[in-house]
């Protein structure tokens, strides 16, 4: 019998909804914007990877997909696999549709040095619209072709990693996997194993300075994203170790001392690195449980939510208009410092994002409510929430009879 509390317990207590994850979400999204602020400066990732400034890099999208695992698996566990997908693509798909469109058509025309019969006649502008579905192009014609960075958008390379998490669940509900949580470990252990067999047998991949699909060798535009050498190496490990900690979180203690710990492993490799030895395999290996395990404890604390992001979910939004309007601000502040730059930046992303929520992704929700106990969280006033049943929500929480 487990002495002291589990992650699962202190779900349990917050009636299956963690607040951390609130204050988590806006917390990482931020710090993806200021992770590209000196890429959007200097056009160059090579700067920033120096001592512990590169950990961040590592960390940010691990905690990201760590806690969307985490997440999505009471979803899995509870919905049909066609409530899953539907709910799914209805949180995803709207969203970042409409940045796409109002990229391609509003954003592109202003910025584009080409005339706007060339922008609006070349096979690049319409090519763009393929980033919806997951195929990632990250330039338009002419656009921000000043800047040092060339890409739109560079955060949209997760987005095929997210369907391919997505794809990863769909399995995991059709065979019963969410059931039988080791095998979803063994699965994330098989990924790192491959990643790093490849790398025993010199087939290390050197991820491009630029994203894929924008410049470099074919070499770099493949396994720049690999799922077991490059930088997307990390996300479906991170994905699949949040579904587990989820399953087993009536197992796994809430312990500050385990917290401590895995804390101090991260901040050893981060004033160790960045250092050959530290590939994509051996990070996944080494840091990325001690990540998932700090995304769970503190998603289930009592953190409080910022104070000028508590108007709504506002993470997706800063993801998605993040990178564009980091790219005006480097147009309209040329040559301001980067904290500058990331400051003023982050005036425009918060607006659009608080559009995105409040406009796109809030009014979703209330199609989404029959499927997600998160969606009605977010719609119904405190004193309703505490009367819901802590069984089933989609983000945290699932009927007790499947903890084990």
Same mark, same amino acid.
């Given at each position: ?188 252990? #098989? ?136 790219? #005006?601000?480097? #147009? ?73």
């Amino acid at each position: 019998m487990m002495q002291g509390p589990s992650i699962g317990s202190m779900l349990d207590q917050q009636k299956g909804f963690g607040p951390g994850f609130d204050f988590l979400r806006i917390a990482l999204a931020i710090s993806v914007v200021a992770a590209h602020t000196p890429y959007v400066a200097a056009g160059s990732g090579d700067a920033e990877q120096t001592w512990i400034v590169w950990f961040p890099q590592y960390a940010i999208l691990v905690m990201f997909f760590a806690l969307s695992g985490f997440l999505i698996a009471a979803s899995g566990l509870r919905l049909s696999l066609k409530e899953f997908l539907v709910n799914r693509g209805m949180r995803i798909v709207p969203a970042l549709a409409v940045e796409i469109v109002l990229s391609a058509l509003i954003l592109g025309p202003i910025f584009t040095a080409l005339p706007l019969s060339d922008y609006f006649t070349s096979i690049g502008t319409y090519k763009y619209f393929t980033n919806i579905f997951g195929l990632v192009n990250y330039v338009l014609p002419g656009v921000f072709a000043g800047n040092p960075a060339p890409e739109v958008n560079s955060s949209l390379w997760t987005v095929p990693f997210e369907y391919g998490c997505y794809a990863l669940m769909t399995v995991f509900i059709v065979f019963g996997l969410l059931r039988r949580p080791a095998l979803i470990v063994l699965g994330a252990v #098989v990924l790192v194993g491959i990643g790093l067999a490849l790398q025993v047998t010199g087939h290390v991949a050197q991820a491009a300075q630029l994203p894929a699909g924008v410049a470099g060798t074919l070499h770099d535009k493949i396994f720049s994203t690999a799922p077991f050498l490059g930088r997307g190496a990390k996300l479906p490990v991170a994905f699949m170790l949040g579904i587990a900690i989820y399953l087993y979180r009536n197992r796994i203690p809430y312990d500050g001392r385990l917290l401590a710990a895995c804390c101090a492993l991260c901040a050893v490799v981060a004033a160790l690195g960045p250092a050959d030895w530290m590939t994509q395999p051996v990070l996944n290996a080494l840091v990325s449980p001690a990540l998932v395990y700090i995304t769970a404890f503190l998603g289930v604390s009592k953190l409080p939510r910022l104070p000028l992001f508590s108007k709504g979910d506002y993470s997706y939004g800063i993801y998605l208009y993040g990178f564009p309007m980091q790219q #005006v601000v480097k #147009v309209w502040l040329p040559h301001a410092p980067l904290l500058v730059q990331f400051a003023a930046a982050l005036v425009p992303i918060t607006l659009f994002a608080a559009f995105s929520w409040h406009w796109i992704e809030k009014p979703i929700l209330k199609l989404r409510s029959r499927f997600s106990f998160v969606a009605r969280k977010r719609l119904e006033p405190e004193d309703a929430v505490e009367a819901l049943p802590a069984a089933a929500p989609l983000a945290v929480a699932v009927k007790r009879s499947a903890a084990s």
